[in-house]
């Protein structure tokens, strides 16, 4: 039920990347960021000196910096320690406990850490939108695009990618600042996301995209 212990690995290159269905481009004045479970709960599996964890979050401060100083949209996922078992449902089934209601597991990492006026919802479940208000907001905001990065690739930044498209929100995954349990999950995620629901993009690319 533990976490496993992740094995370094390289992350993919633009010339890796599987080649989406969906033609979409973020635009500026429609995408908001989310910065997917980056707690030290979850980072602690990771070696943090080295590939995929740190140039992913190299990559998450690219992508913050870039987002708020252009007034794009900025929002967290963060569980809570000590869930009640009946909160927590089925996911204690596969998962266990979870964390605990300790800085060191619930903290968000600092250096990608919430600045003021970044919005930080209660994560429930895989997807950010369940339980949430993650939508509302974002449509309060004018927003229907969304890009994902965070951990992990092959779960809840999966999940949150399909949920968005079924909400006919455009869905994109940061395919460099995100890390998984090993190349093969990191894969599986962006091809998976790539024939379904969205599409994989690379830091360097995104930047150039919406610069």
């Not at 990065?149 to 600042?177: L, M």
Request: proline letters at 7%; glycine letters at 6%.
């Amino acid at each position: 039920m533990a976490l496993p212990k992740i094995q370094p690995y390289p992350l993919p290159t633009q010339a890796e990347l599987p080649t989406p269905r969906g033609a979409w481009q973020p635009q500026t004045e429609r995408v908001a960021l989310l910065v997917h479970d980056m707690q030290r709960y979850f980072l602690a599996a990771f070696a943090p000196d080295a590939a995929p964890l740190a140039p992913a979050v190299a990559n998450i401060a690219r992508l913050l910096a870039h987002c708020r100083a252009r007034g794009i949209p900025v929002f967290y996922t963060a569980q809570r320690g000590n869930q009640d078992r009946r909160d927590r449902g089925l996911q204690a089934d596969l998962w266990g406990p979870g964390m605990s209601a300790t800085e060191e597991h619930e903290t968000i990492v600092e250096a990608v850490a919430p600045a003021p006026g970044d919005h930080v919802l209660v994560k429930h479940r895989y997807s950010a939108f369940q339980r949430s208000n993650l939508e509302t907001m974002m449509r309060a905001r004018g927003r229907d695009q969304l890009l994902v990065t965070g951990v992990y690739a092959h779960i809840g930044c999966t999940a949150t990618v399909a949920e968005g498209f079924q909400r006919d929100i455009e869905s994109f995954i940061a395919a460099d600042a995100v890390a998984d349990f090993s190349r093969a999950d990191h894969d599986f995620a962006l091809h998976w996301i790539a024939r379904t629901c969205g599409v994989p993009m690379t830091t360097d690319h995104l930047l150039e995209t919406l610069a």
